[in-house]
């Protein structure tokens, strides 16, 4: 918790946040990969942590139909377009879903990683995507 002091997020409305991904994403049948701090703290085993949750979905995937359904469940100050995809707020926590247009070797074969009461994908070799981590697109 944030201690009252409300200066940084809690990691239990990062967990909701992130098992609010995990709900609306399989809802519509579109898979997902972790990126970011996300998935660095759950591949280093560690309580996730950060300031948002990053996903990445592969440009096929996020087809019309999927995004259209997407849009129709309710987010806390709207679902909205970004430079590197689109970002909405769940549970206090931004959640920035980065489209990945581009073949990168270490998002091909992801590696699952088991967190809470859910398995992830994250990318694989790790070393080679957090050394690129700012290119992802």
């Known amino acids: 918790m944030d201690g009252g002091s409300g200066s940084r997020m809690s990691d239990y409305d990062i967990e909701k946040a992130l ?19 996300t998935a660095r703290s ?9 300031t948002a949750v ?3 979905i592969r440009e096929l995937e996020l087809n019309k139909s999927a995004l259209r359904t997407i849009k129709t469940f309710y987010f806390e100050g709207g679902f909205n377009k970004t430079e590197r995809g689109y970002e909405y707020t769940s549970h206090g926590i931004p959640v920035r879903i980065h489209v990945l247009n581009k073949k990168w070797k270490f ?9 809470g009461p859910a398995t992830y994908l994250v990318p694989n070799p790790f070393k080679d995507y957090w050394k690129a981590r700012h290119l992802v697109r």
């Open 42 to 50: 759950i591949k280093d085993g560690e309580i996730l942590g950060g």
């Open 19 to 37: 098992f609010d991904v995990e709900d609306l994403l399989g809802r519509v049948l579109v898979p997902f990969i972790l990126l970011g701090e």
């Open 54 to 56: 990053d996903i990445g």
């Open 107 to 115: 998002l091909e074969n992801p590696e699952q990683v088991f967190y």
